[in-house]
């Protein structure tokens, strides 16, 4: 197990690597320079150039990267170019939107899927499992933003349950901050819920036909007490693949949702730092982003070790 968890940390270590340079270039190739961009197109040459200086733009791109992952390795992620705050700060303080409703909306994927998945195995070609599969289609089918505008329309605008956008902070109070999240964690958990609910559904269905739950069904197990007590551990690799990734899209793909309910989280500072070009907000937000999607990858892998001991033998 040691040397699988080693393996997978290295792995880890030059994703970033590879990563960090890859947002680098990417985003400095962006036209537009964002000292004219601040300035405006009126503004002299000599003025640029003395705010380029002052933002360390006047230097070689090699330098700026050093300079910026060596920042990152000591926590700081660099100053914005336009509010002139530590990107580190804007980053804390959008976090603790962003990584509660990724968290919340997992929650609700997972407690609605799961059941759902299970229920339509257990009655493969009956009408529950018909009725379970149309729904989950449906859901795949429809954006996440316009079931958001859709939650808007009914329970914000029409029955008050909750409110139409914004967040009052975790200071105002746990719940009182939960209500806030709760109408886009639902916009973000349904489609997900409906991919995890198939994936669930056929990885169960695969295992059902497996030569050691007809086995424990000729034990005398029924059906129902094979797929609980045998099935359902080795049905979870496929699914847990699916849980890293949707966590990683939540915290990372919800700058429309975030949008749409005006939320303060990290998607909404992307696309503010992006038109404002503010390109060291956008590098860090990006790059820590990623660092997310790689290390719940890798939490994923430790996870398939624990559930399935023939990874750790091969190694």
Do not use: C
Request: charged residues 15%.
């Amino acid at each position: 197990m040691l040397r699988y968890s080693l393996k997978r940390l290295l792995s880890l270590i030059v994703s970033l690597a590879i990563a960090s340079v890859v947002i680098f270039l990417v985003i400095e190739v962006a036209p537009g320079d964002p000292a004219s961009f601040m300035l405006g197109i009126n503004a002299q040459p000599d003025t640029v150039a003395a705010l380029r200086a002052e933002l360390g733009l006047d230097v070689s791109k090699t330098q700026r990267y050093l300079s910026w992952v060596g920042g990152m390795l000591q926590g700081d992620f660099g100053t914005s170019y336009t509010y002139r705050t530590p990107v580190t700060q804007m980053i804390a303080d959008r976090v603790w939107v962003s990584l509660p409703l990724a968290l919340y909306a997992l929650t609700l994927s997972t407690l609605i899927a799961f059941p759902a998945g299970i229920y339509a195995a257990s009655r493969r070609g009956k009408p529950g499992d018909i009725t379970v599969m149309g729904a989950t289609q449906l859901g795949i089918a429809v954006p996440n933003f316009w079931f958001a505008m859709l939650l808007v329309l009914v329970f914000a605008i029409n029955l008050r349950w909750f409110s139409a956008g914004g967040f009052p902070g975790w200071d105002e109070g746990f719940f009182v901050a939960l209500k806030a999240l709760t109408l886009p964690a639902i916009a973000l958990a349904l489609p997900q819920s409906a991919i995890l609910a198939r994936v669930m559904r056929s990885s169960l269905l695969d295992i059902l036909s497996e030569d050691f739950m007809r086995t424990a069904r000729a034990k005398g197990l029924s059906r129902r007490q094979a797929l609980w007590r045998h099935g359902l551990r080795n049905a979870l690799v496929p699914v847990l693949t699916i849980m890293g990734l949707q966590f990683s899209f939540l915290l990372a793909g919800g700058i429309i949702i975030e949008q749409v309910f005006f939320l303060p989280g990290l998607g909404r500072l992307i696309f503010q730092a992006i038109s404002a070009r503010d390109l060291i907000v956008v590098e860090s937000v990006v790059m820590l982003l990623v660092f997310s999607v790689i290390l719940v990858n890798f939490l994923v892998d430790l996870a398939y070790a624990a559930v399935d001991p023939r990874l750790r033998s091969r190694t």
